[in-house]
């Protein structure tokens, strides 16, 4: 082919042209485009910044009564120590902390920090950091565009990738984990954490890094800088402690995370250190609290949080008044303006009756102790059993199966109603049974079988028991006392209530029990049981000890008023 000057020249401006339009679209594509923003504009929005800092409001009186030493810390003397022993050492652990709201989860942990980067031994350091976050408002995207707990990469084809993005480049972006990398990732209401953010979670508390990818990535690109290639290669540091807080019970949360973790308990806060509360609260404000007033507070109060509202508020109408005092009337307009509901609160009674007695139970999220009274009613019958207040029958939930059984509050009357006919030797099938437990809330658990045993000996024969004697525990068919959860609870319910004698399993039996203000004695058989409800008032017949000691396991019966010695 020929080729012509003047096609020659024809081919050469169309490849230079070409060339001119593929430069001119390649410029255009990296210019970034700029904000114009005039400097006096400039200036005076940062005047006006400036302006709204200047300008705060007082300090409300909750963060004015946010704990800032150990002593600040009211009811949580055992947690804190805990969670000392888990973070202060020279090999700190994960740590979960249950309990209900508003009780200092979150100002233990991060005092518990900085105690950890005063001691020689500890890896924690003036560097390490105490970084917070709300598993409830962690926000994500499934594709990984944006995860502000683990981290995310940024990928070219998002908006706003910036001038690597327009080169190809993924930008990894690091997430809380990473800034908490030897620190403290603290996590409240860890409970409520996306599955697949825990399964995420899990893996970087397995590996102590964080591992990324992206589709844009190539370790041969050598348009991508080096600090980039380090993160795709090896990943970013995530050498944390995790300090999660929840709410929920235990068996609530993945065991895996559990299985990762030291689990501590913070406990709900009681009527006196709910005055402590109430008391320190006012003193910040700068206000009297009658003692009264501080009473009906803590009586009204489920939280230390709870305190402090119902504080601030009474406060405000101090102060519409010109009082420096917060009365009683105070405190019981803000509980009935706002529907605070008195707690139920039992108490021994004076005097002693037939067929009643004290059982200890737990309830609430924290697990807190209470005590309650098992009345008992037994008439020449037909052997019918009337269970008011108790749990008859429950529901089980096991994966895709429904399942229906007896409560285990029945359970327990037809295991005592068993154990009185083969033990003692009580038939109690000619008697119409009534039991109840006072108070309108539904009890169930297996833990008073000892207190019904003790309330239905006293119907059926009319005996006074010890009415300064509470009790938990499992009774069997065969009259063996068997363990419960929830003891230690229960003796400082007890305790409060006026108790003097408290009866508990003996695998239950711990100790440091005898540190108590009240006598806690370990049993193991129902005989133990009748022995030590009714032979201190006297009441006891003479004809029905030796039955008793014949009942006992080896045909023992321990001294009368001595405490039973706990198995090893």
Known sequence: MNWSPMTIAIHIGMLIAFIAVMAFFQKRRCKQPKIQTKPKQSAQEMQRIARMRARKLNVPLAEMTRPESFADIIGQEEGVRALKAALCGPNPQHVLLYGPPGIGKTCAARLVLDEAKKRPDSPFNAESLFVEMDATCVRFDER???????GSVHDPIYQGAGALGTQGVPQPKPGAVTRAHCGVLFL????????????????????????????YYSPDNTGIPQHIHDIFQHGLPAD????????????????ALRSRCMELHFKALCRPQLEKVASGAATRAGYVMLEDAVRRCAL???????????????????????????????????????????????????????????ALAVAGAGGQGMLMEIECIATPGTGKIALNGLVEEEELNLRDRKLKRKGTARCSVENVLTAFREVLHEDCSMYDVCINVPGGMPVDGPSAGV???????????????????????????????????GV??????????GATRILVPTANYEEDFRGFDAEVIAVSHITEVMELAFSKNGCLPLAMRPQLSESLPGGERPAKGTQAVPAV
């Open 240 to 255: 944390f402690r995790l300090v999660g807080a929840t709410t929920r019970r235990p068996e609530e949360l993945p065991p």
């Open 188 to 215: 409240d209401e860890i409970g409520e954490l996306h599955p697949l953010q825990m399964n995420k979670l899990l893996k970087v508390l397995e590996d102590r890094y964080v591992r990324f990818e992206s589709a």
């Open 451 to 485: 207190a019904i045993s003790i309330a239905l000996f006293s119907a059926k024969t009319g005996y006074l028991p010890d009415n300064f004697l509470a009790s938990t525990g499992e009774m069997t068919i065969t009259g063996e006392v068997r363990p419960v959860g």
């Open 144 to 150: 990984a565009i944006a995860d502000p707990l683990i």
């Open 300 to 358: 009204h109060a489920q939280s230390g949080r709870d305190a402090v509202n119902i504080v601030q508020l009474a406060s405000g109408l101090a102060h519409d008044d010109g009082r420096q005092e917060i009365t009683r009337a105070d405190v019981d307009w803000v509980c009935r303006i706002c529907n605070y509901t008195p707690r139920i609160e039992f108490y021994i009674a004076a005097h002693t009756r037939v067929g009643v007695t004290n």
């Open 488 to 497: 230690r609870e229960k003796i400082h319910a007890a305790v409060a209530a």
